[in-house]
Structure formats: structure tokens, C-alpha cells
């Protein structure tokens, strides 16, 4: 099992609708967790990081469960430029720390 | 959050030969990261490039095939060397965002075609 996992998709969507990506992870030592946005041959971005409180930044908003092990990533009245891949990031506090990186979710918002 | 300057952004290398890739950050930072992204794959770390030490490499990656010089706390390079068609992919470095609990930010990526 892969120790962070993703829905490679891709998401097919209409300009306007609310689409939500989950994220799994397997290592409870997991204690970072962001969403990056990776546009077609450029590098990853920071979208967000998320909480266990979950936060909210405009249309996007991003959740965590601890109990199951998963975030999750919420894009309301999506736009097409939301097109775009959406990496699942796990940092592990282990002693040191190791980064993890889902393959990624690839969305298209079409008009 | 650091600016990250990476070059080149593309090449086309011939088999057996090297390539040495440059990450140049606007701030001074204590560890640079090492990233390939091969197609359709997410990201894969190559090694930590500490300042005044040896990198770090991750499980499947030798110092012999993927040298890493740091000379200062702003600078660093990856070379590839002896190339074949397999290491064709995206090199990216990165370096923390002020700490590990605000993510990373990432240089624009060199996009290597070894034929």
C-alpha cells in the first residue's frame, strides 16, 4: 500500500460545480499536511495547508480526519482555471522528517 | 516565502553525457531538496543538500550517478551524469517554506530529454 494515495482521475467538471479530492495516508506519525496545485509542465504551488480544524481560503476549502487518515480538498463554483493536478503532501515527524507526495489528482473544468 | 531560481529550464542531452542543474534561492536557507518528477509520476525525493556536508541520498540514488555541491546556504547543484533515455524527467529543487509546518516552494523545474 502506498503510503499516500490519491484518485488519479481525471475530474471532468462544468464551470460552477463543486468538486471534492481525498487523499489517504497510512503512517499515523503523519503531522503535516498540505494540498499543492501543479499546472501542466510547471512546478508544484502551495494551495493550502490544512488542519484539523479545517480552513477555508474563498472557494477552497481543505478538511482532516486523523481518526481515518484522510484530507480532503473542496472547490466550490469551480472556474476553468482551476484545471490543474492537486498533490496530496504528508510530512512524517519521525525522528527527522520525510515528505511524502501523492501522484496527484488531475482536474478539468470545462465552460 | 523564498524565490527560487532554476536553470536551465530545459534541455535535450545526449546519451553518456552530464548535466549539471543550478537552484539559486533569494534568501539563505539550511537544507535545499532534490526532487525528479518523472511523466505522469508525482514527486520523487533524490537527496538533501545540506551546507558544509555531504548530501543526504534517499533509498535509489548514489552519490556517483547524482553529485550535489552546496557551497553556500543560497546555491546548490544536481548534476546527472553519465545520462541515459531512463533519466529523462524533471529535475526540481525546493526549499522549506520557514519551517517544515508551512509546506515547500519549489524552483521552476528543469525538463531533461536524454536521447
Known amino acids: 500500500r502506498k503510503e499516500v494515495e490519491q484518485d488519479p482521475g481525471p475530474f471532468n467538471v462544468p464551470e460552477g460545480a463543486t468538486v471534492a479530492f481525498n487523499c489517504t495516508y497510512s503512517?499515523?506519525?503523519?503531522?503535516?499536511f498540505f494540498w499543492y496545485r501543479q499546472d501542466c509542465r510547471k512546478e508544484p504551488k502551495l494551495l493550502m495547508s490544512v488542519y484539523s480544524s479545517g480552513n477555508e481560503d474563498g472557494r477552497f476549502t481543505a478538511q482532516l480526519n486523523r481518526a481515518s487518515q484522510y484530507i480532503s480538498l473542496l472547490i466550490r463554483d469551480s472556474k476553468l482555471s482551476d484545471s490543474a493536478t492537486y498533490l496530496c503532501v504528508v510530512i512524517l515527524h519521525t525522528g527527522g522528517f520525510k515528505t511524502i507526495f501523492g501522484a496527484g489528482t488531475r482536474l478539468f473544468v470545462k465552460a | 516565502s523564498a524565490v527560487i531560481s532554476q536553470k536551465p529550464s530545459r534541455d535535450i542531452c545526449q546519451r553518456g553525457t552530464s548535466l549539471t542543474i543550478q537552484c539559486q534561492v533569494d534568501?539563505?536557507?539550511?537544507?535545499m531538496f532534490w526532487y525528479r518528477q518523472q511523466p505522469g509520476q508525482s514527486l520523487t525525493l533524490i537527496a538533501t543538500?545540506?551546507?558544509?556536508?555531504?548530501?543526504?541520498?534517499e533509498s535509489g540514488f548514489v552519490i556517483d550517478k547524482f553529485p550535489i555541491s552546496r557551497p553556500n546556504l543560497t546555491f546548490s547543484t544536481l548534476t546527472v551524469s553519465n545520462m541515459s533515455p531512463e533519466d529523462s524527467s524533471i529535475y526540481l529543487c525546493?526549499?522549506?517554506?520557514?519551517?517544515?509546518?508551512?509546506?515547500?516552494?519549489f524552483g521552476s523545474g528543469t525538463r531533461l530529454t536524454v536521447v
Open positions: 525546493s526549499v522549506e517554506l520557514r519551517g517544515l509546518s508551512r509546506g515547500y516552494t
Open positions: 543538500a545540506n551546507q558544509g556536508s555531504e548530501a543526504t541520498y
Open positions: 503512517n499515523s506519525a503523519s503531522q503535516s
Open positions: 534568501s539563505q536557507v539550511t537544507m
